[in-house]
């Protein structure tokens, strides 16, 4: 499965840290991309210092408008997924979404314009109650892969992760 994450829309200052999260569980759960709007570009670098030292090939690519791109990636056969604590309940819709081939997962950070949720195939919640954008990507990207981002490998890493089951333990090129 291809899956892309285009965030909408940023709350300027307090959001960056809050973007670079979104990109970076995009990164670590299995997207290839995030495709952002109103965004500070230091958050790209920031991105391209973790492939740089962990390895692999996302990329982050700033766009002038949502609408264009989601109406491309639907014509392009993605099924669009939009996180939303009013939407479907995850469990009901995760083995369809797990199925489609292209997934794009929209991120919103303020109040998603109506035109959003019609737009999407699924309008899918990670819970009913008022939570982080952040949490409901890793869900929404754990749920419709099951687990199999975490056997992935990353490309190029500098550093590597070795399980251990007390300390830590970091392998270096």
């Given amino acids: 499965m291809k899956i892309e994450v285009l965030r909408i829309g940023q709350r300027l200052v307090r959001d960056d840290r809050v973007t670079t999260h979104v990109a970076l569980v995009a990164r670590a759960f299995g997207a290839s991309k995030i495709l952002m709007t109103e965004v500070n570009p230091e958050i790209k670098d920031t ?43 995850i469990g009901d819709v995760q083995e369809k979404m797990g199925a489609e081939e292209r997934l794009l997962v929209v991120v919103g950070a303020e109040k998603v314009p109506r035109e959003v949720y019609e737009m999407a195939d699924y309008n899918v919640a990670a819970g009913s109650q008022p939570h982080s954008e952040v949490s409901a990507l890793a869900v929404l990207l754990d749920r419709v892969q099951q687990g199999a981002q975490f056997d992935r490998s990353f490309s190029g890493a500098k550093r590597r992760i070795i399980p251990s089951e007390n300390g830590k333990s970091v392998e270096q090129d």
Avoid: C, P
């Fill in 47 to 89: 991105i391209t210092g973790v492939n740089q030292t962990w390895g692999g090939d996302f990329r982050v690519e700033m766009i002038d408008g949502w609408r264009q791109v989601l109406a491309e990636k639907k014509k392009d056969g993605y099924a669009v997924a939009h996180l939303s604590m009013y939407g479907q309940k």
